[in-house]
């Protein structure tokens, strides 16, 4: 044991307790213990690179390129994405790809290039390969967007997996998004981010991961790790957008640097991307284009996004005691409380707490003795209740849920066939091994229980996954055995698909159980892929300005990787790097920019303060009431959204260079974003503020509270007052909104003189599978008769199927 286990073993009985903290001292050394004896011991290494051309054959799509010491596959897909995989690798098995390997382009053709390399060339993009390997994705005209120089792998003797390292250059102009849900983006700048999902003990801010969906940016060497990290780079630039998708599901770390015009003796230094991973294949996916193109071709290869229950889009609360556990009567306590002060409330979360002794699919009946009952009351008020879950199942004979997967043999094992114990929540716990079909299907059928008991919804928590230890990662062994779909490996390749193959569980197991209605499933952690089962939420927020930030940035990053269904949690978790409870000018705030994002949920818990909005006085009800009002009335937005992410892939809440990345300002602009086609948002993200500067996009854009209007492209400043944060809307725009009586109505801002615009419309009555219309309209002036609406279809024009108000005018006219 050295100095520093010793002091972390310490502080852990002395912080948790004697009986908690020495179980996490014990599985800290029992998985040292295992990794020791089930990783094989790393030798000495040998250094590769591909060494050069020898020999080209064509093949669907692309073809083979044979070097002297590898060989690169490439293939052309009939939607333009470019995949290319070295050694052979070729594009399955994969977890990200929701239908294997697309039909490849039949006029894209492999042809000989100057000084003995090739390329191939499609109708959207040639890849250049030179004789020693490097890759080029050149646009149509010859211009280059990403650049791969030659990869160089690392091979242990005995044949384990090879760790590699590729480095890539892109534009000097060039800014870097995405890695899944960074907490320091959108936009990421230079530094180290990691590849591996982690729980970091604590609430993230602004600078961390965020802890879950893979890691965030800090500057080397030591990069902290997210809770859903995904490598996915998104690259925008002069010349073009790009994304590149490397895909293993190793650790890793991605080390950025941006470019630099007119460097050193004035000749321009490119942005590099330098990727190391500790194994699996070196291969990749490039989609090219503009960002609604890229990720309406990214969701043809990575799934459409699952579509959330209308129910899903409205307020969430997540319920948590502050003092002690909680029960029945409490949840009822919130629940009154919300609607005697007037605030919408659509789902309730229920935590760990109303469990029997915090074991998963179980309730403690002393606390929680008529929970069908309660759930009933609260869908009469048009209340759902959610569930959370964790993937740890306490390892005690008597639990049904462990007694059953120990005679069903689903729970991971180590590399000598002994069951791997961890720590979860309610003590020593064994863990399911998702990447098993066998299991997959047996965990979903324990949704059963949580669906007797009236849940509608589920959370997935603590699912990267995590395992409490005093010291080391608090996961599961690295030397661990998993499935993988029958192939076989260990957690190195697992670890960061566990929470995938574990929402694809529970959605799986929800649509047998429930197959009229659409699953709601939440992740905290997840890979790429994710959105086909659910969506994503932030794990524990710091309380804190910088955290508000950051929530921002992790929604903007998941929905740039096919996440569209995302957000944190309003008024922040607490216990963050500077604990700090929630101020009421700090809660205002963060409610007023969870009410534009996609997920919003607002949570109470100990560590939290103060959670409902009558707690913190009247000024800040009302102004709660106001946001949470907003959000209501533009519900059928919301619903119109879901439904457009899960035709074309465009996530909900976009950067504001979505339609214009040639704009240098935009791809710079990180403090607001545009909520679909028609709205831009720009909270307000420090305190103390009572106007703020805006980035507007070209085009003419309202100020929906004063119906002032400016022109862009340029900059702003307008009040931002705590009574609201400043919203506008684009010159034509039509907006499905709930009118006064409950029913849909079209808000049209007027368009410029001139000029047309329009918007679409996609009504969802239900929380089941059918196939709503979009509706299309077009808004115009016409001589006399002002703006005129009205619905595009087959047979042409008619008029609007729903009432009309017309704003941005002298003032609001109805039609």
């Known amino acids: 044991m050295n100095g520093r286990d010793l002091v972390r073993s310490m502080k852990a009985v002395g912080s948790m307790g004697t009986a908690r903290g020495l179980r996490t001292v ?6 040292r213990r295992v990794d020791a004896a089930g990783l094989p011991a790393r030798g000495a290494e040998r250094a590769r690179v591909p060494g050069q051309v020898v020999a080209a054959e064509p093949g669907p799509g692309g073809g083979t390129i044979r070097f002297g010491r590898s060989e690169l596959r490439i293939h052309v897909a009939v939607n333009g994405a470019v995949f290319w995989g070295w050694d052979g690798a070729g594009p399955e098995p994969s977890y990200a790809l929701a239908a294997g390997c697309p039909e490849a382009d039949p006029r894209a053709a492999l042809e000989p290039d100057k000084d003995g390399g090739w390329r191939v060339v499609a109708e959207r993009v040639t890849v250049v390969v030179s004789r020693h390997g490097a890759i ?9 967007l990403r650049r791969d120089l030659p990869p160089r792998w690392w091979e242990p003797e005995g044949g384990e997996p090879g760790r590699w390292m590729l480095r890539s250059e892109v534009a000097a102009d060039a800014r870097f998004f995405g890695l899944g849900g960074r907490a320091s983006g959108p936009r990421l700048r230079a530094g180290t981010y990691r590849l591996w999902n982690t729980d970091s003990g604590r609430a993230f801010a602004r600078g961390d991961g965020p802890p879950h969906i893979t890691t965030p940016h800090v500057t080397a060497p030591h990069a902290t790790t997210p809770h859903v990290g995904m490598p996915v780079q998104w690259v925008v630039a002069d010349a073009g957008v790009h994304l590149a998708f490397y895909d293993s599901s190793w650790d890793g770390t991605v080390v950025l640097r941006e470019g630099e015009e007119g460097a050193g003796s004035g000749h321009d230094r490119a942005g590099t991307s330098e990727l190391r991973m500790d194994g699996g294949p070196l291969r990749c996916w490039v989609v090219v284009g503009a960002p609604a193109r890229v990720l ?24 948590r005691a502050r003092s002690g556990p909680g029960n029945e009567q409490d949840v009822r306590r919130v629940v009154a409380g919300h609607l ?26 002393e606390r929680f003795p008529k929970l069908p009952v309660l759930a009933e009351e609260l869908r009469r008020d048009g209340i759902r209740l959610v569930s959370v879950v964790d993937p740890a199942v306490k390892a005690a004979t008597g639990n049904a849920v462990h007694d059953g997967g120990a005679a069903a043999d689903v729970f991971v094992r180590d590399a000598s066939g002994r069951l791997v114990e ?49 010291f080391g990662e608090p996961t599961l062994p690295r030397s661990a055995r998993h499935a993988l779909e029958g192939r076989g490996g260990d957690h190195r390749e697992a670890h960061n698909v566990y929470a995938l193959c574990m929402a694809r569980a529970g959605y799986e197991g929800l649509r047998e159980l429930l197959p009229e209605e659409r699953p709601f499933v939440l992740s905290r952690s997840g890979w790429v892929g994710l959105q086909r089962y659910g969506g994503v939420w932030s794990g524990g927020v710091a309380s804190g300005w910088p955290a508000l930030r950051a929530s921002l940035a992790l929604v903007m990053g998941l929905g740039l990787c096919g996440v569209p269904y995302s957000g944190p949690d309003v008024g922040g978790f607490g216990g963050g790097p500077s604990p700090e409870l929630p101020s009421p000018e700090l809660y205002v705030r963060s409610l007023q920019l969870g009410a534009y994002l996609p997920l919003l949920r607002t949570r109470a818990g100990a560590r939290a303060g103060r959670g409902e909005p009558w707690e913190f006085g009247a000024e800040v009800l009302e102004h709660a ?22 035709r074309t892939g465009a996530p909900y809440v976009r950067p504001l260079w979505w339609g214009a990345p040639e704009d240098r300002a935009l791809r710079d602009c990180e403090d607001a974003f545009l909520l679909g086609d028609c709205l831009l948002v720009a909270p307000v993200l420090d305190p103390g503020a009572d106007r703020r500067a805006v980035r507007l996009p070209r085009g003419r854009w309202y100020d929906t509270a004063t119906g002032r209007s400016y022109a862009g492209p340029g900059q702003v400043v307008v009040d931002a007052s705590l009574e609201r944060i400043p919203v506008f809307a684009r010159a034509g725009a039509v907006i499905p909104v709930r009118g006064e009586d409950g029913g849909l109505e079209l808000e049209v801002w007027a368009p410029a003189r001139g000029r047309t615009g329009g918007g679409l419309v996609v009504r969802d009555a239900g929380d089941g599978w059918g196939e709503p219309e979009v509706e299309r309209y077009v808004a115009r002036w016409e001589g006399g008769r002002g703006v005129v609406v009205e619905r595009e279809g087959e047979d042409g024009v008619c008029e609007p199927s729903h009432p009309v108000r017309v704003r941005g005018l002298a003032g609001p006219a109805q039609m």
Request: with cysteine.
């Open 26 to 31: 014990r599985a800290a050394w029992r998985r």
């Open 136 to 144: 080029e994705v050149c646009t149509p005209g010859g211009v280059t």
């Open 296 to 319: 309406h071709v990214w969701a043809s290869l990575t799934g459409a996004p699952a579509l959330p229950p209308a129910w899903a889009l409205g307020r969430h609360h997540a319920y």
């Open 340 to 365: 005697e002060h007037g605030l919408p409330l659509d789902a309730v979360h229920l935590d760990v707490d109303h469990f029997d002794d915090r074991q998963v699919f179980t309730v403690d009946e």
């Open 422 to 470: 961890g720590v979860g929540r309610a003590g020593e716990a064994v863990f399911p091994d998702f990447t098993h079909a066998r299991v997959r299907a047996w965990w979903g059928g324990l949704y059963a229980e949580r669906l007797t008991q009236g849940f509608s919804g589920f959370w997935h928590d603590r699912d990267e996954p995590t395992s409490f230890t005093a």
């Open 625 to 646: 009431r106001v946001a949470l009002a907003e959000r209501r009335r533009l519900l059928p937005y919301f619903v119109t959204l879901a439904h457009l992410a899960r």
